[in-house]
Every structure is written in C-alpha cells, then in structure tokens.
C-alpha cells in the first residue's frame, strides 16, 4: 500500500505592490479549503483585526522566545515590527494532508527554502514594469521618497525571479488564482 503523500509547502512572493494578497484573498474566497498561514507579528492589531485570524499578536519578548526555540520557518523585521511563520502550525497542517500557503517577502522565502528545501517557490511577477510602477504610485498614499524606496526595492526583487520554482504573471486576479492552486494541487498528489 502506497504511503500518503505530503503536500508540499507552497510559498508565493515577488516585488512589493504586484498583488500577492488580492491574489491571496480571492483563492481563499473561491477556495477556502486551501490553509493560508498566519504569522506571528510584533505589530499592535489595526481596527477590525483579530488574534489567531489576521496574525497572533505577540510581545517582543514572546517573539524572542519563538526565535530562540526555533519555532518560526522564517521570519523579518518591516517597518519597526516583526513578523514570523510558525512552524508547528504549518507542519500540522501538511501532516494532515492539506495544501498549505505562505504569502511572503523575498526573504523570507529564502528562509523557507533553506529550511524546507522542498517547498515549492511561485514568483508572482507584474505583466511589465511599467505595470508595477503604476501600481506602486497610483495608490497616491505615499511620499514620492517612499515611493522612489519601493521602486528601488521592486528592481531587487524583480531580479530574484530565478530563485523560484515557477513564475506566474499577475494579468488576472482570477487566472493566476486558479494556476497557483492547480500548481499546490499537483504537488499534494490530488
């Protein structure tokens, strides 16, 4: 009798404003069945955020001890707070059978692949940088320096496409939605 087999971890990433958690939030509405992760987060909860839901909230100090006991898969410092994946949560849940996304940074996905070498890596890419720059400055929201980092940081980031396993191009929400849960199915054997 063949053993079961484990779906892989899938890790979704690429460049700040491509739409990795609009992509995100309409798998999860289409398909609720596929478990997104939820990190741990220095970060107080903003208005309408729950505990255990958006993030688990958690102390400095609490972070400290995730770390020291290696409990998160990875984990980055943004804009003064921290944020980590819990690793108990996310091999649970693939003990279990279950696909499994990450909706994460770059870094942390090199984290992720150095510490589960076999998750599978999507890059989510823009249709073309003239695309990602629109997106980046139409939000109107942020100083044109903010804006000029963002940028800066998307050109580094856009060069680490061939660190990923697959690439998908964000030109619809709804196809790329649909490609990346039939790439996390394949690798679940379903």
Do not use: C
């Not at 053993?3 to 999860?28: D, I, Y």
């Not at 998160?72 to 279990?96: C, H, I, K, M, Q």
């Not at 989510?124 to 940081?153: D, F, K, N, Y």
């Amino acid at each position: 009798m063949a053993a079961e087999v484990r779906p892989r971890l899938t890790v979704l990433s690429g460049p700040s404003g491509v739409g990795k958690s609009t992509v995100v939030a309409h798998m999860r509405k289409v398909h609720p069945e596929v478990w997104l992760s939820v990190s741990a987060t220095t970060r107080k909860p903003r208005p309408g955020e729950k505990h255990g839901v958006h993030y688990f909230f958690v102390t400095d100090d609490e972070f400290d001890k995730l770390i020291a006991n290696g409990e998160l898969l990875e984990w980055a410092e943004f804009a003064g707070n921290r944020y980590g994946t819990p690793r108990g949560a996310v091999l649970d849940r693939l003990d279990s059978g279950e696909p499994v996304l990450l909706e994460i940074d770059l870094q942390g996905a090199r984290q992720v692949k150095d510490s589960m070498p076999e998750s599978q890596l999507v890059f989510l890419a823009p249709p073309s940088w003239e695309e990602l720059v629109r997106r980046l400055t139409g939000r109107g929201t942020e100083s044109p320096e903010v804006i000029e980092r963002r940028l800066s940081a998307a050109k580094v980031e856009l060069a680490a496409e061939s660190e990923f396993d697959t690439t998908l191009v964000n030109t619809s929400v709804e196809d790329v939605a649909r490609e990346l849960l039939t790439l996390m199915l394949l690798t679940s054997g379903e």
